[in-house]
């Protein structure tokens, strides 16, 4: 139950800081000398507020340790799978990193690859080709059969010829 | 205007071979579209416009009508079965719908998705052929004032899906209020927040929030808690369709969900997504047991989805009769209108009648075509929860990173799907329910700028807000909802301890 | 690396089969990429895809490509097309109001950074209001105006954008601060068009053609067109008609890559002077209602630089360049 507290002490913490830096940053937005009443900085003044008074109750509330704290389920066993978790992260990563080297049906397969392994497969060749087959598909459904141009790569525009 | 007759001459029309096989075309093209994340309406009619080119316009809106009506459809399965919502307009369905599939009821859930959309579109369409012009002019007596006390509204609305903890719900919605302050300034031009790159001048937009916390969020967090992926999802617990209590509970939310959605449709800047907040909490208001709401209350998933069906009828009513385009949609169509050198507007009804009323005619068949399509195949679409889950959550990555990606080929999007996402998955973590983020970031800037118009145009009279009799009206409505839902918080109803 | 947009294998072999079909005419080019800084389906894609099909069935390139890159009213396109240094293979479509945009976005990159090559179509503005408005003529809204600026609401597109930029030119046209107008700024068409005709502002100020249905139906009243010359089919006054010096106008253009070669320059300058002539081209407009402004070379030049000048002075009046 302590690591719960803290965590949403934690963010409480971060909402009064996001509120604070909101709110700071609003007043550098430009405004012009044109006619405008209630200009650009007003919203975010008032956001920035409401950020700050809400992490400051949940921050009150985390660290009184009331209910609504502490509502959380804790009649189920929580299992945490760090691994796995970065192991899904992993796949759009690796997506935004190799989708204009490699092409998007590759970029896909990789994608495709880490979240079934994040979430228990065992295969990751079966996968990865699996990724691939729905890549493809999906480039030539959308690039051929609709002129949605997406990356075949660059490397396959050298194969190719461009 | 002779509606009964315009619209047997409209069949006639609709009813042979090849508009036929077009309205196919469309209907399931655009299920399929309403399934896959990211991918809506809009971008595809965008994309499918070179190709009709080649046919006659008549057929093209016949597609692009069935396409749209469709989205809706197809969008509730996966919000319902694998709590992704494939659209804007079917994300508070995934409230009560996943809850309902979760405990084996998901057959009933997409039934009463079906069916209710199937009413609302045809007393959608229907209103549509009798009420046109009647219905515009209402709705261009909404000032900024007026829609500024809408947004207010809508955000008392907002109340109901707030979930059992509201300081927790309010923390997502001021999140998602805070993220829609990204962009440029509407009124007066001005960067805020872009941090100097250049690519988020237009905002993140809620398309990209959505995948991101829906579908993203959704796969990282299980990711990480392999019990919870454990969980044995008994799609089909004992009746495989909806028994008399679910249709007795349904059939009036069916109508009210009509009735609300209808009329956003045809209000610039309505759209699909609004209906269904207030439909939602309409539903929770009226309901004999509103306690079961986010539990897996089917009054909860009947009323949005037949509000977001009957909103896509709305929309055609500006758009066909004053050429007005109140979606990204049916701007795509006004577009499409204009390719075949046919203005809509008030005078298309007489010299395109053909068209119109062979479109109108085609939507009621697109109708009960999407019934079809969708009821029966309830079976088949509950199998998806059958495809072995690193498989399936494989697939849905690709299809929203396909939905994120594949518009703008930008990398910053990409970048801002995965921060986006990681926020989805921590928001889980720490049990902040995700819809009222995205209920933030759409009535956010919303709210924003029709209240700066309302006060740019009246110099700075703040008054117009009560003077006016719409504005004033609907602000004394938000007062009352808000009181109403305070006194039910102090009563104890809320006070329901959060489940997981 | 120069990043080629094309679609590679596949593509390539079903256009391949295709070419063997296409008239051996005057073909001048073998690949061509177009840019529509905008997403599907709007203004500037509009005019990309019609020029790929013309290009394309009247032969005059074997192949041509259209990339989307959306945003910030078309400048992180500009932005990544300026990055093809040298790449005669490559266009770009824009138009003023990416000038507007790359000015008030204080965009990294400006369009003096690449090659213009032509100026293809324009969309003239009109002034309008809605029919039991109290205001009849030009007149009367330049007297209102004068009085008290702020009084007169004009509804129009985005901010920056040309309907903002002409009315701020109208203003300084009859002798009214440019800062002092009040203009609301909507998103999209259907939005400025709701306000207009529900008239929730005093007047509304778009391109002629989308006000000119409204006005058909009975529905809005003309006040004037920023035209050099009356448009045929549209029954009002010019500005200049009525003794207010200003004309202007929506347009559309191609440019190209930053450091070209003259050579590459003059190629594509003639691929587009066989597009503008072709008779696929004049069907086109015809058909869509694009006013046809070809104007190439030096002189196209000029008027780009003189059309910048101009946007540059009026945003900065309006307080929205400093």
């Not at chain 1, 397969?109 to 990724?131: H, I, M, Q, Y």
């Not at chain 3, 086109?284 to 910048?308: K, P």
Request: contains cysteine.
């Amino acid at each position: 139950m302590p690591r719960r507290l803290n965590a949403h002490a934690f963010v409480g913490l971060a909402l009064v800081l996001t509120g604070i830096g909101l709110f700071l940053n609003a007043q550098r937005i430009d405004v012009s000398p044109a006619v405008v009443l209630l200009g650009p900085r007003l919203f975010p003044s008032i956001v920035a507020v409401g950020l700050v008074l809400l992490g400051l109750l949940t921050l009150a509330s985390a660290l009184a340790g009331s209910r609504e704290a502490r509502a959380d389920p804790a009649d189920r066993t929580v299992e945490n799978d760090w691994p796995a978790f970065l192991m899904a992260l992993a796949g759009p990563v690796l997506f935004l990193l190799t989708v204009e080297t490699l092409g998007f049906a590759a970029a896909a397969a990789l994608l495709f690859a880490c979240v079934a392994r994040a979430f228990g497969s065992r295969r990751p060749l079966v996968d990865l080709a699996l990724g691939l087959v729905i890549g493809a598909l999906i480039l030539i459904v959308f690039s051929y059969g609709l002129g949605l141009a997406l990356p075949a790569g660059a490397l396959l525009d050298a194969w190719t010829g461009g | 205007m002779d509606v009964l007759g315009n619209l047997a001459h409209g069949f006639a029309v609709a009813l042979t071979p090849t508009n036929l096989m077009w309205s196919l075309v469309g209907v399931t093209l655009g299920t399929a579209i309403g399934i896959l994340p990211g991918i809506g309406p809009a971008l595809t009619i965008a994309l499918l416009l070179p190709v009709t080119y080649k046919i006659d316009p008549t057929s093209a809106f016949i597609i692009f009508g069935g396409l749209y009506y469709g989205a809706m459809y197809g969008c509730s399965t996966t919000s319902i079965l694998i709590n992704t919502p494939g659209e804007t307009g079917s994300i508070v369905t995934t409230i009560d719908g996943n809850k309902m599939a979760r405990a084996g009821r998901g057959a009933a859930a997409l039934a009463t998705s079906a069916i209710g959309s199937f009413v609302a579109g045809i007393i959608g369409t229907l209103l549509l052929a009798a009420l046109a012009p009647e219905v515009v002019k209402l709705a261009l007596l909404f000032g900024p004032a007026d829609y500024f006390a809408l947004m207010v509204v809508a955000f008392a609305a907002v109340s109901s899906l707030l979930g059992s903890s509201v300081l927790r719900g309010l923390v997502s919605l001021f999140i998602g209020i805070a993220v829609g302050l990204v962009g440029i300034d509407q009124q007066t031009g001005q960067s805020r927040f872009t941090f100097g790159v250049l690519e988020l001048q237009d905002g993140l937009g809620v398309v990209l929030v959505a995948v991101a916390l829906f579908a993203v969020g959704e796969a990282l967090y299980l990711a990480s808690r392999p019990d919870l992926r454990r969980e044995e999802l008994v799609p089909v617990k004992g009746r495989a369709f909806m028994t008399r209590e679910d249709w007795a509970r349904s059939w009036r939310p069916w109508l009210r969900g009509a009735a609300i959605g209808f009329p956003f449709g045809a209000l610039p800047a309505g759209g699909t997504e609004l209906p269904t907040f207030i439909s939602y909490k309409v539903e929770k208001s009226l309901a004999r047991n509103p306690d079961e709401f986010g539990k897996g209350a089917i009054e909860g998933v009947a009323g949005p989805e037949a509000a977001n069906n009957a909103a896509v009828a709305g929309v055609l009513v500006p758009l066909l009769t004053f050429g007005l385009p109140t979606s990204s949609t049916a701007a795509i169509m006004l577009a499409a209108f204009q390719q075949y050198g046919i203005q809509p507007g008030p005078l298309l009804f007489t010299s395109n009648s053909a068209l119109v009323w062979g479109l109108i005619a085609s939507l009621l068949i697109g109708n009960a075509m999407l019934l079809v399509l969708n009821l029966p195949l309830v079976g088949l679409w509950v199998r998806l929860l059958f495809i072995p889950q690193p498989w399936l959550y494989g697939g849905i990555a690709v299809f929203a990173m396909l939905g994120v990606y594949g518009i703008n080929r930008s990398l910053v999007d990409v970048a801002a799907l995965i921060a986006i996402g990681l926020l989805g998955a921590m928001l889980r973590r720490l049990d902040y329910p995700i819809a009222p983020v995205i209920v933030g970031l759409i009535l956010g800037p919303m709210s924003e700028i029709q209240f700066r118009r309302a006060v740019q145009i009246s110099q700075g009279d703040l008054s117009v807000f009560a003077t006016r009799p719409i504005s004033g009206t609907l602000l004394v409505v938000a007062a009352l909802m808000l009181a109403g839902a305070m006194a039910a918080h102090w009563r104890g109803r809320g006070t329901v301890p959060a489940q997981g | 690396m120069v990043r080629k947009p094309t679609h590679a294998g596949l593509f390539a072999f079903v256009l391949a089969a295709g070419a063997a079909a296409l008239p051996a005419s005057a073909q001048e080019m073998d690949q061509l990429s177009i840019m529509a800084p905008a997403a599907p389906g709007g203004g500037w894609d509009g005019t990309a895809r019609v020029m790929q099909d013309v290009l394309q069935s009247a032969g005059i390139v074997k192949t041509v490509t259209v990339e989307n890159v959306a945003g910030a009213g078309g400048t992180v396109g500009l932005a990544q097309f300026a990055k093809k240094k040298g790449d005669g293979k490559s266009l770009m479509v824009s138009g003023l109001v990416m000038v507007g945009a790359a000015l008030s976005n204080k965009a990294p990159v400006q369009l003096t950074a690449v090659t213009p090559i032509a100026r293809l179509t324009s969309e003239w503005e009109a002034l309008a209001v809605p029919v039991g408005s109290d205001i009849k003529t030009l007149a009367d809204l330049t007297a209102k105006l004068k009085t008290n600026p702020g009084a007169v609401s004009w509804g129009g597109g985005s901010a920056g954008g040309t309907d903002h930029i002409t009315a701020a030119l109208f203003a300084k046209a009859v002798g009214v601060d440019p800062a002092k107008i009040n203009y609301i700024a909507h998103s999209g068409g259907g939005e400025a068009m709701a306000s207009i005709l529900g008239g929730h502002v005093t007047l509304g100020i778009n391109s002629a053609s989308e006000l000119e249905p409204q006005v058909k139906a009975g529905k809005l009243r003309w006040l004037a067109v920023t035209s050099d010359k009356r448009i045929a089919g549209i029954d009002a006054p010019t500005l200049k008609e009525l003794g207010v010096d200003l004309v202007i106008g929506n347009w559309r253009a191609v440019m190209a890559a930053p450091d070209l070669a003259p050579a590459d320059r003059a190629k594509l300058t003639s691929v587009i002077d066989a597009m503008v002539k072709s008779e696929q081209w004049r069907k086109q407009l015809a058909q869509r209602n694009w006013l046809d402004n070809y104007l190439a070379g030096s002189e196209f030049e000029t008027y780009l630089g003189e059309e910048n000048k101009r946007v540059t002075e009026i945003l900065k009046s309006v307080g929205l360049v400093k």
